[in-house]
């Protein structure tokens, strides 16, 4: 009996430490930033302009501005968890090649921006990029499409949800390789751990798309090693408003490039049905 009793409290010690270890790493779990810059646009081969922007809490942070001579639309561009922007050269070309000017930032800590990344700070970061568009640069909320990728969607479906609150309706909503909420995908890597309890960073992208009608596509594939398909399928079928739904196929960071001229062209489909609308 006692034995039982002292393994019954070795078990309960180490499921303990083990919630206590997957409470306090996740700082690093979900944002993984990483301040080498790679390269410019420009030594991609376009024309750019560094920007800076300040956020509400006063932090600095680094963007790109990548005009298009002939532009259909505006892309703000809401990036992964990991590296920083001059890691999307794929996605600058492919956006290019679809005649969007594309703006892109670092959340903080990322690349040259200053702070510490973490929920609110994404947020903040996200809306000071989208002020720049259409106070800086005078760019209509109805030109602009909001894109996020993977942690990115948390973002882009937080400045999406607060605008809708403010009745400012942005162009169009692009939501790729995303979650309906962090602690959804989280139950799924760890199904024995109180997940939702645990969970400091949330995004909960769903509840805050819950009375949006901005036209969306959502994009996603079966092979995705990081945010389950059936997330991003949950993300979908609870969405709102119109919505698209377009299958990519590959690993979570690849998908989109492993795809290839299907992707580019969903995106096209997208693009021209936002416009006939």
């Not at 903080?108 to 568009?133: C, F, I, N």
């Amino acid at each position: 009996m006692l034995i039982l009793k002292i393994l019954l409290l070795l078990l309960c010690l180490g499921y303990g430490l083990l919630a206590a270890t997957v409470y306090f790493s996740q700082q690093s779990m979900v944002y993984n930033p990483s301040s080498n810059m790679e390269a410019t646009p420009k030594d991609m081969g376009f024309s750019y302009t560094d920007v800076e922007l300040i956020t509400a809490q006063g932090t600095h942070l680094h963007a790109w501005w990548l005009p298009h001579p002939n532009p259909r639309a505006t892309l703000l561009f809401c990036h992964g968890n990991g590296g920083n922007i001059s890691h999307r050269e794929d996605s600058f070309r492919i956006f290019h090649s679809l005649n969007l000017n594309i703006f892109i930032f670092d959340y903080s800590g990322y690349g040259q921006s200053m702070g510490k990344p973490g929920e609110k700070a994404v947020h903040a970061d996200t809306r000071a990029a989208w002020d720049w568009l259409t106070q800086e640069m005078d760019i209509p909320a109805e030109q602009i499409i909001i894109f996020g990728r993977s942690l990115g969607g948390g973002a882009a479906a937080g400045l999406a949800g607060s605008l809708q609150e403010q009745g400012i309706r942005p162009h169009g909503l692009i939501m790729e390789s995303t979650f309906s909420s962090l602690p959804d995908v989280g139950t799924t890597i760890y199904p024995w751990l109180p997940v939702r309890l645990l969970a400091r960073s949330r995004f909960e992208s769903s509840r805050a798309l819950k009375k949006s009608d901005i036209p969306a596509l959502f994009i996603h594939s079966r092979e995705d090693d990081i945010v389950p398909y059936e997330i991003g399928r949950k993300l979908f079928e609870s969405y709102p408003g119109p919505k698209d739904f377009l299958h990519i196929e590959g690993r979570h960071n690849q998908g989109f490039s492993e795809t290839g001229q299907p992707y580019v062209n969903g995106l096209a489909r997208y693009l021209n049905r936002l416009e006939e609308s």
